[in-house]
Protein backbone atom coordinates (compact mmCIF):
# COMPACT_ATOMS: atom_id res chain seq x y z
CA UNK A 1 0.00 0.00 0.00
CA UNK A 2 1.32 3.51 -0.83
CA UNK A 3 0.40 6.32 0.76
CA UNK A 4 0.51 8.80 -2.26
CA UNK A 5 -1.94 11.69 -3.55
CA UNK A 6 -1.94 12.82 -6.93
CA UNK A 7 -1.15 16.43 -7.50
CA UNK A 8 -4.13 18.54 -8.81
CA UNK A 9 -4.41 17.31 -12.51
CA UNK A 10 -4.33 20.67 -13.39
CA UNK A 11 -0.73 20.92 -12.55
CA UNK A 12 0.09 17.61 -14.94
CA UNK A 13 2.79 18.39 -17.42
CA UNK A 14 1.56 18.05 -21.20
CA UNK A 15 3.84 16.13 -23.75
CA UNK A 16 1.77 16.02 -26.60
CA UNK A 17 -1.73 17.81 -27.84
CA UNK A 18 -4.11 16.12 -30.04
CA UNK A 19 -7.46 17.92 -30.71
CA UNK A 20 -9.70 18.24 -33.33
CA UNK A 21 -12.92 19.99 -34.84
CA UNK A 22 -15.80 19.33 -36.95
CA UNK A 23 -17.71 20.61 -39.33
CA UNK A 24 -21.18 19.91 -40.41
CA UNK A 25 -22.22 20.26 -43.98
CA UNK A 26 -25.39 19.95 -45.52
CA UNK A 27 -24.92 16.45 -46.44
CA UNK A 28 -21.74 13.92 -47.52
CA UNK A 29 -21.62 14.92 -50.94
CA UNK A 30 -20.63 18.68 -50.09
CA UNK A 31 -18.21 17.35 -47.21
CA UNK A 32 -16.54 15.43 -49.75
CA UNK A 33 -16.33 17.96 -52.45
CA UNK A 34 -14.55 19.80 -49.48
CA UNK A 35 -12.35 17.24 -48.37
CA UNK A 36 -11.35 16.91 -52.33
CA UNK A 37 -10.54 20.37 -52.77
CA UNK A 38 -8.35 20.25 -49.51
CA UNK A 39 -6.35 17.65 -51.08
CA UNK A 40 -5.07 20.13 -53.71
CA UNK A 41 -3.71 22.57 -51.04
CA UNK A 42 -0.40 22.39 -49.57
CA UNK A 43 0.72 23.05 -45.98
CA UNK A 44 3.70 24.73 -45.47
CA UNK A 45 6.93 22.64 -44.94
CA UNK A 46 4.38 19.50 -44.64
CA UNK A 47 5.07 16.24 -46.37
CA UNK A 48 1.68 15.39 -47.87
CA UNK A 49 -0.36 12.25 -47.46
CA UNK A 50 -3.60 11.54 -49.52
CA UNK A 51 -5.85 8.62 -49.23
CA UNK A 52 -9.50 8.49 -50.55
CA UNK A 53 -11.35 10.01 -47.75
CA UNK A 54 -8.47 11.89 -45.91
CA UNK A 55 -5.50 13.98 -46.30
CA UNK A 56 -2.78 14.40 -43.67
CA UNK A 57 0.37 17.03 -43.63
CA UNK A 58 3.16 15.71 -42.06
CA UNK A 59 5.81 17.07 -39.69
CA UNK A 60 8.11 16.31 -36.96
CA UNK A 61 6.86 19.20 -34.78
CA UNK A 62 3.37 18.86 -35.12
CA UNK A 63 0.46 16.78 -37.82
CA UNK A 64 -2.69 17.99 -39.07
CA UNK A 65 -4.79 15.72 -40.85
CA UNK A 66 -8.34 16.04 -42.79
CA UNK A 67 -10.80 13.43 -42.94
CA UNK A 68 -14.35 12.50 -43.34
CA UNK A 69 -16.00 11.03 -40.11
CA UNK A 70 -18.63 8.97 -41.85
CA UNK A 71 -16.25 6.42 -43.29
CA UNK A 72 -14.23 6.23 -40.31
CA UNK A 73 -17.63 5.78 -37.94
CA UNK A 74 -18.65 2.76 -40.39
CA UNK A 75 -15.22 1.20 -39.76
CA UNK A 76 -14.24 1.53 -36.59
CA UNK A 77 -17.35 2.24 -34.04
CA UNK A 78 -20.63 1.36 -35.85
CA UNK A 79 -20.94 -2.18 -34.99
CA UNK A 80 -19.98 -1.13 -31.26
CA UNK A 81 -22.97 0.09 -30.65
CA UNK A 82 -25.51 -1.70 -29.51
CA UNK A 83 -28.34 0.42 -30.11
CA UNK A 84 -29.25 -0.09 -33.79
CA UNK A 85 -31.60 3.17 -34.02
CA UNK A 86 -28.99 5.20 -32.24
CA UNK A 87 -26.27 4.12 -34.38
CA UNK A 88 -28.04 5.10 -37.69
CA UNK A 89 -28.57 8.22 -36.55
CA UNK A 90 -25.34 8.91 -35.42
CA UNK A 91 -23.77 7.68 -38.93
CA UNK A 92 -26.92 10.23 -40.38
CA UNK A 93 -24.70 13.07 -38.65
CA UNK A 94 -21.05 11.34 -39.07
CA UNK A 95 -21.88 11.31 -42.84
CA UNK A 96 -21.71 15.55 -42.85
CA UNK A 97 -18.96 15.72 -40.98
CA UNK A 98 -15.28 16.83 -41.84
CA UNK A 99 -13.16 16.28 -39.01
CA UNK A 100 -9.79 18.89 -38.83
CA UNK A 101 -7.32 17.06 -36.13
CA UNK A 102 -3.66 18.52 -35.17
CA UNK A 103 -1.15 16.87 -33.17
CA UNK A 104 1.48 19.01 -31.31
CA UNK A 105 4.59 17.58 -29.86
CA UNK A 106 5.70 19.68 -26.99
CA UNK A 107 8.89 21.31 -28.07
CA UNK A 108 6.68 23.27 -30.04
CA UNK A 109 3.60 23.07 -28.27
CA UNK A 110 5.86 25.55 -25.86
CA UNK A 111 7.23 27.38 -28.43
CA UNK A 112 3.39 28.23 -29.30
CA UNK A 113 2.36 29.18 -26.15
CA UNK A 114 5.20 30.39 -24.74
CA UNK A 115 5.12 28.36 -21.88
CA UNK A 116 7.72 26.25 -20.24
CA UNK A 117 6.31 23.60 -19.28
CA UNK A 118 3.62 23.57 -20.31
CA UNK A 119 0.85 22.12 -17.77
CA UNK A 120 -2.82 20.95 -18.50
CA UNK A 121 -4.32 24.79 -16.96
CA UNK A 122 -2.41 26.00 -19.63
CA UNK A 123 -4.70 24.28 -22.40
CA UNK A 124 -8.01 23.47 -20.60
CA UNK A 125 -10.21 26.34 -21.80
CA UNK A 126 -12.10 26.48 -25.25
CA UNK A 127 -10.55 29.68 -25.85
CA UNK A 128 -7.21 28.59 -26.15
CA UNK A 129 -7.85 25.26 -28.10
CA UNK A 130 -10.13 27.43 -30.64
CA UNK A 131 -6.81 29.76 -31.26
CA UNK A 132 -4.57 27.11 -31.96
CA UNK A 133 -7.04 25.60 -33.99
CA UNK A 134 -7.41 28.66 -36.05
CA UNK A 135 -3.89 29.06 -36.02
CA UNK A 136 -2.63 26.21 -38.05
CA UNK A 137 -6.08 26.59 -40.37
CA UNK A 138 -5.13 29.81 -41.02
CA UNK A 139 -1.78 28.55 -42.12
CA UNK A 140 -3.45 25.95 -44.63
CA UNK A 141 -5.34 28.85 -46.35
CA UNK A 142 -3.02 31.68 -45.87
CA UNK A 143 -2.36 32.59 -49.64
CA UNK A 144 -5.67 31.99 -50.96
CA UNK A 145 -8.86 34.15 -50.33
CA UNK A 146 -11.69 31.50 -48.76
CA UNK A 147 -14.02 33.73 -50.28
CA UNK A 148 -15.39 32.00 -53.51
CA UNK A 149 -15.35 34.39 -56.95
CA UNK A 150 -15.81 34.26 -60.86
CA UNK A 151 -13.47 33.64 -63.21
CA UNK A 152 -14.44 37.06 -64.65
CA UNK A 153 -13.66 38.74 -61.06
CA UNK A 154 -10.19 37.21 -60.85
CA UNK A 155 -8.79 38.42 -63.67
CA UNK A 156 -10.59 41.73 -62.79
CA UNK A 157 -8.72 41.84 -59.49
CA UNK A 158 -5.61 40.45 -61.21
CA UNK A 159 -5.16 42.63 -64.28
CA UNK A 160 -5.98 45.60 -62.02
CA UNK A 161 -2.96 45.30 -59.41
CA UNK A 162 -0.26 43.63 -62.42
CA UNK A 163 0.70 44.43 -65.89
CA UNK A 164 -1.32 42.22 -68.36
CA UNK A 165 1.58 39.62 -68.96
CA UNK A 166 2.34 38.92 -65.40
CA UNK A 167 -1.89 39.19 -65.10
CA UNK A 168 -1.70 36.03 -67.24
CA UNK A 169 1.07 34.00 -65.83
CA UNK A 170 -0.79 34.48 -62.48
CA UNK A 171 -4.12 33.10 -63.57
CA UNK A 172 -2.66 30.25 -65.58
CA UNK A 173 -0.64 29.12 -62.51
CA UNK A 174 -3.90 29.82 -60.16
CA UNK A 175 -6.06 27.39 -62.46
CA UNK A 176 -3.55 24.99 -62.99
CA UNK A 177 -1.69 24.97 -59.36
CA UNK A 178 -5.25 24.67 -57.45
CA UNK A 179 -7.72 23.20 -59.86
CA UNK A 180 -5.74 20.49 -62.42
CA UNK A 181 -4.13 18.18 -60.08
CA UNK A 182 -1.57 16.71 -63.06
CA UNK A 183 -0.31 20.43 -63.73
CA UNK A 184 0.19 20.62 -60.06
CA UNK A 185 2.23 17.78 -60.17
CA UNK A 186 4.74 18.94 -63.15
CA UNK A 187 4.98 22.63 -61.18
CA UNK A 188 6.34 21.02 -58.22
CA UNK A 189 8.33 18.42 -60.12
CA UNK A 190 10.52 21.24 -61.75
CA UNK A 191 8.35 22.78 -63.90
CA UNK A 192 8.29 25.84 -61.74
CA UNK A 193 11.24 26.54 -59.20
CA UNK A 194 9.86 26.65 -55.60
CA UNK A 195 10.72 30.46 -55.26
CA UNK A 196 8.91 31.25 -58.57
CA UNK A 197 6.06 29.11 -56.58
CA UNK A 198 6.27 30.99 -53.60
CA UNK A 199 6.21 34.26 -55.34
CA UNK A 200 3.30 33.64 -57.34
CA UNK A 201 1.20 32.40 -53.97
CA UNK A 202 2.27 35.94 -52.33
CA UNK A 203 1.07 37.72 -55.50
CA UNK A 204 -2.40 36.04 -55.61
CA UNK A 205 -2.40 36.98 -51.52
CA UNK A 206 -1.82 40.46 -52.33
CA UNK A 207 -4.46 40.67 -55.05
CA UNK A 208 -7.23 38.70 -52.21
CA UNK A 209 -7.80 36.21 -55.20
CA UNK A 210 -10.52 33.50 -53.64
CA UNK A 211 -11.44 30.57 -54.95
CA UNK A 212 -13.34 30.34 -58.66
CA UNK A 213 -16.94 29.85 -58.30
CA UNK A 214 -16.73 27.89 -61.98
CA UNK A 215 -14.12 26.06 -61.21
CA UNK A 216 -15.66 24.03 -57.69
CA UNK A 217 -18.59 21.83 -58.62
CA UNK A 218 -21.74 22.35 -56.97
CA UNK A 219 -21.85 24.49 -53.56
CA UNK A 220 -19.40 27.18 -54.05
CA UNK A 221 -19.85 27.95 -50.71
CA UNK A 222 -18.46 25.40 -49.35
CA UNK A 223 -14.95 26.51 -47.76
CA UNK A 224 -16.56 29.63 -46.54
CA UNK A 225 -17.74 27.23 -43.56
CA UNK A 226 -14.08 26.57 -42.57
CA UNK A 227 -14.11 28.99 -39.57
CA UNK A 228 -13.51 28.29 -35.95
CA UNK A 229 -15.90 28.50 -34.21
CA UNK A 230 -18.51 27.04 -37.46
CA UNK A 231 -21.58 28.96 -37.16
CA UNK A 232 -23.26 24.93 -36.66
CA UNK A 233 -20.63 23.77 -34.71
CA UNK A 234 -23.10 22.48 -31.89
CA UNK A 235 -25.78 20.09 -32.52
CA UNK A 236 -28.61 17.96 -30.96
CA UNK A 237 -29.21 14.35 -32.33
CA UNK A 238 -32.87 14.16 -32.71
CA UNK A 239 -33.72 11.04 -34.54
CA UNK A 240 -33.88 12.13 -38.10
CA UNK A 241 -36.72 11.25 -40.95
CA UNK A 242 -34.29 9.66 -43.44
CA UNK A 243 -30.26 9.05 -43.44
CA UNK A 244 -28.23 10.49 -46.13
Known sequence: HMDYNLPHYSTWPVYRLATCYNWIFENGESATRAIDFIKLIDFPRKKKHIWDTSVMFKGTAYTIKFYLKGPEFLKNDFKKVKDRNHVHTLQHWANRMLRFEIGIRKQHL???????????????????????????????????????????????????????????????????????????????????????????????????????????????????????????????????????
Do not use: C, W
Request: overall charge negative; cysteine-free; aromatic content about 14%.
Open 110 to 244: QDFLGQKPVLLEHISDYQTIEEILRHYLDLLFRYLNKKTMTNEEIKESLFALFTPQKATRLYDFYQNFYFNPEMKQMYLRGGLNRSTIYRYKKDLERAEIGLSSDLIEGNTQILEKFKIPSSDAKFDLPAPEYYS
